[in-house]
C-alpha cells in the first residue's frame, strides 16, 4: 500500500510557474514505484502528464507540456515534483500523482495509487 500527497497546487497567472509536489508513504519504500502525473480538467477526462521511473533516469511527457513542464524525484525523501513553468490558462485543473510498477506508462490504469489531488488553477 502506498499513501500519496500532493500539495504546491494554487492560482496563477498565464505565464507564471507553479512546483508541485508528491509525497510517497510506503512500507515497501516509495523509492521503488514509478511515478506519474496525471490532470483532469471539469468535464473532461483524466489525462498523462508526465512520469518517472523509480531511478529517476527515465521520464515521459505529454506533447502539450514538454518544454514547459519538468518531472524529478528526490528519493531520499521519497518525493516527486513536477516543475510547470509558462502556464498557459487551458493547464488548469486537479493535478493527481500516481504510483505504480516501474514504468514510464501513460495509461492511468497501471498506476495502482492515487492521491487526492491538487487543484491548478491559471488565470488569462
Known amino acids: 500500500q502506498v499513501r500519496l500527497v500532493e500539495s504546491g497546487g494554487g492560482l496563477v497567472q498565464a505565464g507564471g510557474s507553479l512546483r508541485l509536489s508528491c509525497a510517497a508513504s510506503?512500507?515497501?519504500?516509495?523509492?521503488?514505484?514509478?511515478m506519474g502525473w496525471f490532470r483532469q480538467a471539469p468535464g473532461k477526462e483524466r489525462e498523462f502528464v508526465a512520469a518517472?521511473?523509480?531511478?529517476?533516469?527515465?521520464?515521459s511527457y505529454a506533447d502539450f507540456v514538454k518544454g514547459r513542464f519538468t518531472v524529478s524525484r528526490d528519493n531520499a525523501k521519497s518525493t516527486v515534483y513536477l516543475q510547470m513553468n509558462s502556464l498557459k490558462p487551458e493547464d488548469t485543473a486537479v493535478y493527481y500523482c500516481?504510483?505504480?510498477?516501474?514504468?514510464?506508462?501513460?495509461?492511468?490504469?497501471?498506476?495502482?495509487?492515487w492521491g487526492q489531488g491538487t487543484q491548478v488553477t491559471v488565470s488569462s
Open positions: 500516481a504510483a505504480g510498477s516501474d514504468t514510464t506508462s501513460r495509461s492511468a490504469s497501471v498506476y495502482p495509487y
Open positions: 518517472i521511473r523509480s531511478s529517476g533516469g527515465m521520464t
Open positions: 510506503s512500507g515497501r519504500g516509495g523509492s521503488s514505484y514509478a
